[in-house]
Structure formats: structure tokens, C-alpha cells
């Protein structure tokens, strides 16, 4: 029998991460397509390091700074009474930080490919950044801020490394369907995790089928 848990599981986490993103991504790639300062090339290499850093690294890191123990977590903790680490938010921290240059990057190529003129239009016409932003760039790129949801939606739904490290395996709490693939083939339960692994290959599927198909449409319209 499948345990569906471990996807509901993953799906909130992709969920809420996704939303976390999206509310950094817009502005943080905004501001990166159009800075012209000294520093724009170590800050885009901070935001692409989740890329090529294992996740084990990152896992490693948030979990030493978030620790009960540690400057930040001692504070969250005496303060707020918030312990992240082992927790459903602890990896939602986790997966923000790992998935961060996927929601980012797609953003900050989709606002450079904006032609200037249509900034230049905006800007004549008495509107400010953030109008020009909201009602003018962002309809022109939704080509760009779909792949960049569903990338990092899909991105969030199969981590395992930084989940694993920063909320280790609590059922109901994180224990995500990357996890509990896992531990099935330790426990040599092959069937299930047969089962399991194809129902993350049918949804990855999916995701990836939706990715192509707006490529695909925004081409046929350019």
C-alpha cells in the first residue's frame, strides 16, 4: 500500500517554497537585469552557487546555522520559541536557499530580453519602477516567470540532500518522497520503492511536458 504522506508532503514544500521565491525572485532578478554596479557579477554568482555547491554543503552549513546552539538559532529559539532545525520549516528554509537561482535565473533573462524601448515607453508615459514592473514587464515575460515557477516548483520536489540534513526523516513532518524512496531501498523493500520512484518519474514527467510546451508555444509567437 502507498503511503501518500511523503508526496503530500513533498508537494507542500515545493508549494511553499515556490511562493517564498517568487516574492524574492521578482524583485532580486529585477534589480540584477538592470544594476549596473561593479559588484552584479559576485552577486549572480552567490545567487547561481546552489547550482554546483552539494547539497549536503548547503545542508550542512544551514543546519550549523540554525542549530539550537547557534547564534541565529539560540535567538530564534529563546525569542520566538522557533526551532527550525528537524522541522517542516527548517527545509522550507533549506529548499528556498537551494532553489534559489532557479526561480531567479529564468526571471533575470526574461526582463534583459525585454526590448528598452518598452521600459523607455513606460517610463515617458509617468509610470514608476514598480508600475512598470507590475503592469507592463511582467506581462511580456510569462513565458519566462511560468518556466521559472515550474522549474523551481519541480527543482523542490525532488530534493534530498538538504532536506535530508537540515530535517532529517520525521513522518508527517519531513520525511518527503525523495527520503522515503530511500529509505525503501535500505530496507530492500524494492516493490514500493518501485512504485514510488514511478510516481515521481510520471510527475516529473509532467512538469517537464509543461516546461516544454510554453517554450514551445512562446517560440511559435516570436
Known amino acids: 500500500m502507498i503511503d501518500w504522506t511523503p508526496f503530500w508532503l513533498s508537494f507542500k514544500l515545493a508549494g511553499v517554497t515556490t511562493v517564498i521565491l ?21 552577486l549572480e554568482t552567490i545567487v547561481a552557487l546552489p547550482i554546483v555547491l552539494p547539497p549536503t554543503v548547503i545542508g550542512f552549513y544551514i543546519l550549523w546555522a540554525l542549530a539550537p546552539d547557534s547564534y541565529l538559532g539560540s535567538i530564534l529559539h529563546e525569542l520566538f520559541g522557533i526551532k527550525l532545525v528537524f522541522s517542516f520549516w527548517g527545509i522550507v528554509v533549506g529548499s528556498v536557499i537551494y532553489s534559489l537561482p532557479f526561480m531567479v535565473q529564468p526571471l533575470q533573462s526574461g526582463f534583459e530580453s525585454v526590448p528598452k524601448s518598452l521600459y523607455e515607453a513606460s517610463f515617458i508615459a509617468g509610470k514608476g519602477e514598480l508600475e512598470t514592473l507590475v503592469r507592463v514587464i511582467l506581462p511580456n515575460i510569462k513565458g519566462a516567470l511560468a518556466t521559472a515557477v515550474i522549474i ?38 524494492f516493490r514500493r520503492a518501485h512504485i514510488y520512484s514511478l510516481v515521481m518519474v510520471a510527475i516529473s514527467f509532467a512538469i517537464l511536458l509543461a516546461v516544454y510546451s510554453i517554450k514551445r508555444r512562446d517560440d511559435a509567437k516570436s
Open 152 to 189: 523551481t516548483f519541480a527543482h523542490t520536489l525532488g530534493e534530498f540532500g538538504v532536506v535530508l540534513m537540515v530535517g532529517g526523516s520525521i513522518p508527517g513532518e519531513t520525511k518527503v518522497a525523495s527520503i522515503a524512496i530511500y529509505e525503501l531501498v535500505e530496507s530492500l523493500d
Open 22 to 42: 517568487l516574492l524574492i525572485g521578482i524583485p532580486l532578478a529585477w534589480w540584477l537585469s538592470r544594476t549596473k554596479t561593479a559588484i552584479k557579477p559576485i
